[in-house]
């Protein structure tokens, strides 16, 4: 059984930010308003996220490390209209079995933490201390699989994918407060904030020069978030983030519209610089193609790019006027 975890464990975590990636989405899952990201090496030698969400009941912790036993999804048609970011009730697992893992968490009713720990081989429970929230610290990550760790980059390369997905989560979530340390420096704090001000402070001096911020809506379809001026699109594959229903996507419906409304205004369409959210109903789009993956399947797609490119264009012509 453990040799089966550990394999599926490879599905979801296959490098530090994956791992990142899951513990964030937990903890925005969890209604938190403060995030706290420590990573040390890269998050090779450690992942440690502390949130102020609801916690975890001390009862409850045993099934939260247990595979498939918390899906939030439970049903079929729930699995059609997800709206929860995390459904597969697996991520914690997964990481428990290739690393060593400390889960600490207090929810409202108790009246102090209890924390699990898995580091001498079984786990082990404790009382602990700490507020409401949810602390979990991940150390060694392959520490008993030496042949995947290998496979690691530099501790440089894993920080700069882990930073992505800290980055990604931000800019969806200004009701959120992030930080982020690395080897106990602080890279990065973003206060709670409105969207805009959120991609200012995610963006600093990325943030293009007379940004177009974008608010358009058709019916339920609802597009919002911040494209540069044609003059300054120029190739920016470090600063395009579309996101739909809050979730990060890489679509072919959505890049293929950002280029068409530049096509119009510019003779050699490049790719822009753009922070995009597009909200539209939950049954109008699947997000479960595949659950570690950024892709999405909309189920009109003609509408879906039409909608996107109308508004893009719209908002140039606004500011070009
Ligand atoms: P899933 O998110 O798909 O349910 P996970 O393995 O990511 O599966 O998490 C298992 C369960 O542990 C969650 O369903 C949730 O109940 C609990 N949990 C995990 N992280 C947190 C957190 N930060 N705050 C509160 N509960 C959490
Ligand atoms: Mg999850």
């Not at 990604?168 to 973003?190: E, G, I, Q, T």
């Not at 050699?268 to 109008?284: E, T």
């Amino acid at each position: 059984d453990h040799l089966i975890s550990q394999i599926a464990a490879g599905e979801v975590v296959e490098r530090p930010a994956s791992v990142v990636k899951e513990l964030l989405e937990n903890a925005l899952d969890a209604g938190a308003t403060d995030i706290r990201l420590r990573l040390v090496e890269g998050g090779k030698t450690l992942i440690d996220i502390t949130d102020n969400g609801c916690g975890i009941a001390a009862d409850q912790l045993p099934l939260a490390i247990t595979r498939h036993a918390t899906s939030k999804i439970r049903s079929l048609d729930e699995l059609e209209h997800v709206e929860s970011m995390g459904f597969r009730g697996e991520a914690l697992a997964s990481i428990a079995s290739v690393a060593q893992m400390r889960l600490t968490s207090r929810n409202d009713d108790a009246h102090h933490a209890t924390s699990i720990d898995n580091s001498s081989g079984t786990w082990q429970h404790q009382a602990s201390s700490g507020e409401v929230g949810t602390r979990i610290e991940v150390s060694h990550l392959y520490y008993n699989t030496p042949a995947r760790r290998k496979f690691l980059k530099t501790d440089g390369t894993e920080l700069s994918h882990c930073v992505e997905h800290f980055t990604r989560a931000a800019l969806a979530n200004p009701h959120c407060a992030f930080s982020l340390s690395h080897n106990d420096k602080v890279s990065a704090f973003y206060p709670v904030t409105d969207w805009q001000t959120r991609i200012q402070d995610v963006l600093g001096k990325n943030l293009p020069e007379h940004a177009i911020w974008v608010n358009q809506a058709v019916g339920e379809l609802q597009l919002v978030g911040m494209i540069c001026p044609p003059d300054v699109a120029r190739a920016r594959a470090d600063t395009q983030y579309a996101y739909i229903n809050q979730r990060f996507v890489r679509d072919k419906v959505v890049n293929h519209a950002i280029r068409t409304a530049y096509a119009d205004v510019l003779h050699h369409a490049r790719f822009p610089a753009y922070v995009l959210f597009l909200d539209c109903p939950a049954q109008g789009v699947d997000v479960n193609v595949h659950p570690a993956k950024t892709e999405v399947r909309f189920r009109d797609s003609g509408a879906m790019h039409q909608f996107i490119a109308n508004a893009l264009k719209k908002s140039l012509a606004q500011t070009a006027s």
